[in-house]
């Protein structure tokens, strides 16, 4: 994710809870050491990276 956007970047992911691999996916990448801050809005997950 880094590589692709500029430190400060926040990135919006879709449908985060959608089946179980998708909700593994979420708390493996809202918890990278380039993640800021996280948070979950209805079925939207919002990612603020360093």
Known sequence: MSRSAAPGALLVLDDIDYNDGMRAAWESVR??????????????GLLALR
């Open 31 to 44: 918890q990278r050491p380039d993640v800021a801050a996280s948070a979950v809005v209805g079925k939207i």
